[in-house]
């Protein structure tokens, strides 16, 4: 089970560090696998934002995110996290993390993910 915690309402321009706990699983089961980070908007599909490779050593964001964001993981604490700075109106949504359990299918793309966290909401005010 993975629980995404580290939301809440920040202003445009305020900072946020979202946190992905994985429960029932060892920690080497958790370093086998790339780890990704999805958000939805309300009325929105649920869209990719940041991945991140098993050791950690490669990372991939969504263009808007670019620059803001940054994902890292502790694979002894079964954590990953998402740093994002220079937030704005349209981050709001609720934020998701996921492992990647299909190495054929794209990591950008939410089909190659699964067990899925109860996400967190960020709310970023104007």
């Known amino acids: 089970q993975l629980q995404a915690f580290g939301g809440g309402l920040v202003q445009a321009g305020g900072s946020l560090r979202l946190s992905c706990a994985a429960s029932?699983?060892?920690?080497?089961?958790?370093?086998?696998?790339?780890m990704g980070w999805f958000r939805q908007a309300p009325g929105k599909e649920r869209e990719f934002v940041a991945t991140?490779?098993?050791?950690?050593?490669?990372?991939m964001y969504t263009d808007s995110v670019k620059g803001r964001a940054t994902i890292s993981r502790d694979n002894a604490k079964k954590t990953i996290y998402l740093h994002m700075n220079s937030l704005k109106p349209e981050d709001t949504a609720i934020y998701y993390c996921?492992?990647?359990?299909?190495?054929?299918?794209?990591?950008?793309?939410?089909?190659?993910?699964?067990?899925w966290g109860q996400g967190t909401l960020v709310t970023v005010s104007s």
């Open positions: 029932a699983v060892s920690e080497g089961t958790f370093s086998d696998y790339r």
């Open positions: 991140i490779t098993w050791g950690g050593g490669s990372t």
């Open positions: 996921a492992v990647h359990v299909n190495p054929t299918i794209n990591p950008t793309m939410r089909q190659g993910y699964a067990y």
